[in-house]
């Protein structure tokens, strides 16, 4: 090697040197984030669940032995059975609503810090 090139290539060698090494103890710690994830199953009561079952309807010979006075309050009555189980259907569904919307309150409190 030429003796100017020596003296460079030394210089060259110590900076990579000194690079490296001050270079590997200055790392910084990582910082580890953990996100836990808690699962909360709350089931809906059976009381909401239960079926709602209409009233069955009369016979074919007995309703077609009615007058006709009677066959419109048979089927008056028969809607208004129908009514008021859609209501309680109804009614449960809105039940179900709000106690999914109570359980997402729920979760979301305790998950606050």
Do not use: W
Not at 81 to 104: A, E, P
Request: overall charge positive.
């Amino acid at each position: 090697m030429s003796y100017v090139l020596r003296p460079l290539f030394l210089m060259l060698m110590l900076t990579v040197i000194a690079v490296f090494t001050t270079g590997c103890a200055t790392t910084k710690e990582s910082v580890k984030v953990v996100h836990q994830t808690k699962t909360v199953y709350l089931s809906i009561p059976d009381s909401l669940t239960t079926p709602v079952i209409p009233s069955r309807p009369v016979e074919k010979p007995i309703y077609m032995s009615y007058t006709d006075k009677e066959k419109e309050l048979y089927l008056n009555g028969v809607v208004l059975d129908l009514y008021k189980n859609l209501n309680t259907c109804n009614g449960n569904l809105t039940s179900i609503r709000k106690l999914q919307g109570t359980m997402k309150e729920a979760v979301t409190h305790e998950s606050k810090p």
